[in-house]
């Protein structure tokens, strides 16, 4: 999972999901693992509280899902090149199916972390208290 995660920050696909994924696996045998997770995960917490703390980010954040799985049924449906383009049609669209259908699952990806985010820290202060509060004794400690 890791290496696929690597691969998908080149590639299209959730790339920096993969890559927290095959670490929060490996970090149940490997401590080095764990140790790389636990900054990543407070981060990636944070700025999921942060992008629910206000309608316009939730809107612009929800405009990129829509954006992000248009594009990815456009490269599914793979229109011909249209007259505008410059370049050979080899260019017009690459990777074809493939890249299609990583874009819209990473699009629905997004959308269910926009929905954990909101649910769990959107008009909840509480939660984002314990968040600031964690990185700090994580800061302290390090």
Known sequence: MLIVGIAALILPGPGLLGVFAGLALLSQQY??????????K???LQAAAQGVETWPRILASLLGV???AACGVLWILKPPAPDWWPLSDVWW???GLGTGITQVVSAVIAAALIVYSYRRFHGNPEAVR?????DRAATETA
């Open 66 to 68: 829509v954006f992000l």
């Open 42 to 44: 407070r981060k990636a």
């Open 93 to 95: 669209l690459p990777g």
């Open 130 to 134: 314990e968040l600031h509060e964690s």
């Open 31 to 40: 401590d080095w693992a764990e140790r790389r997770t636990d900054p990543v």
